[in-house]
């Protein structure tokens, strides 16, 4: 059973930058695709960025393009969301998700995830 633990999330003023943290165990599988989502109140769970494990493949939705970094450490077991230039509109529950089926990674499907941490809060003030 993969577990997933998130870390790193704030308050930060638009234009600043935030790390997030998941540290992960429990894995069963040589490649995960991992990835970060979010969700705003009212709003559907959308996906971040993924990252395949071991290979190393990402992908982002376009609205963080060029502004979020997804990497993992795999000596820690830890993957990681960069966010720079951070805008009012990422305000929201960021989660950390994993499935072993990678095939599908590069959708950012909420759906097709398994496995998921409890989250962690961005708050972007303008």
């Known amino acids: 059973q993969v577990q997933l633990v998130e870390s790193g999330g704030g308050s930060v003023q638009a234009g600043g930058s935030l790390r997030l943290s998941c540290a992960a165990s429990?894995?069963?599988?040589?490649?995960?695709?991992m990835g970060w989502f979010r969700q705003a109140p009212g709003k559907e769970r959308e996906g971040v960025a993924a990252i395949i494990t071991g290979g190393g493949s990402t992908y982002y939705t376009d609205s963080v393009k060029g502004r979020f970094t997804i990497s993992q450490d795999n000596a820690k077991n830890t993957l990681y969301l960069q966010m720079d230039n951070l805008k009012p509109e990422d305000t929201a529950m960021y989660y950390c998700?994993?499935?072993?089926?990678?095939?599908?990674?590069?959708?950012?499907?909420?759906?097709?995830?398994?496995?998921w941490g409890q989250g962690t809060q961005v708050t972007v003030s303008s």
């Open positions: 998700a994993a499935d072993p089926v990678t095939g599908y990674c590069y959708t950012l499907n909420f759906q097709l995830f398994d496995y």
């Open positions: 429990g894995y069963t599988y040589s490649t995960y695709c």
